[in-house]
């Protein structure tokens, strides 16, 4: 048994609007839930690294199917977007959706995202009946590869063009297939 403070605020924080790298610090593959024709949904949570957002995260989902029991290509293609983001997939290949659907791709999604780097664009939404927009989320417009974020990061901030050398190298890309 522990001992706890009771707790009667629930705000959390939201990444702030704009352009950071971030790091894998989890990944879920949840069952479909009963009732429901949405099929798995994978997830990852996505946390910045430096800067003054440091250690808040994003967390992203990706359905494999829609509502209506179709299979979600968008989804899909923007978990695909993630595998290029971080070396898993070639940018130019086009995917067999079939890939998502096997017990081994759901395992390696569990074994061997985490830890791995890219960049990633947020910007805020409202859910419609926030009214006064007084609550916002945060909505992933952009991944980046680790390279592309750098050197986006350095021109924000005055640097040169070049993309920095790396301090941290992103762990090698291992296929999770």
């Known amino acids: 048994m522990a001992k706890i403070k009771p707790r009667t605020s629930f705000d959390f924080e939201i990444l702030e609007k704009g352009t950071y790298r971030v790091k894998i610090s989890d990944t ?66 086009e995917i067999d959706t079939v890939m998502f659907s096997t017990s081994e791709f759901a395992e ?3 074994k061997n995202m985490k830890g791995r780097e890219l960049g990633i664009k947020i910007n805020h939404k409202f859910d419609s009946d926030d009214k006064n927009k007084e609550t916002p989320r945060s909505e992933l417009k952009a991944y980046y590869t680790l390279d592309e974020v750098m050197a986006l990061i350095g021109k924000r901030a005055g640097g040169t063009t070049a993309t920095p050398t790396i301090t941290t190298p992103a762990p090698p890309a291992t296929p999770i297939q």
Do not use: C, M, P
């Open 28 to 93: 879920g593959v949840d069952a479909q839930k009963k009732g429901k024709t949405s099929g798995r949904r994978f997830w990852v949570r996505l946390v910045a690294v430096g800067g003054d957002q440091e250690g808040i995260s994003h967390i992203e989902g990706y359905y494999e199917k829609k509502n209506d029991g179709t299979e979600n290509t968008v989804a899909l293609s923007g978990l695909a977007g993630l595998l290029v983001s971080v070396g898993i997939l070639k940018g130019t290949e």
């Open 108 to 110: 390696g999604w569990l």
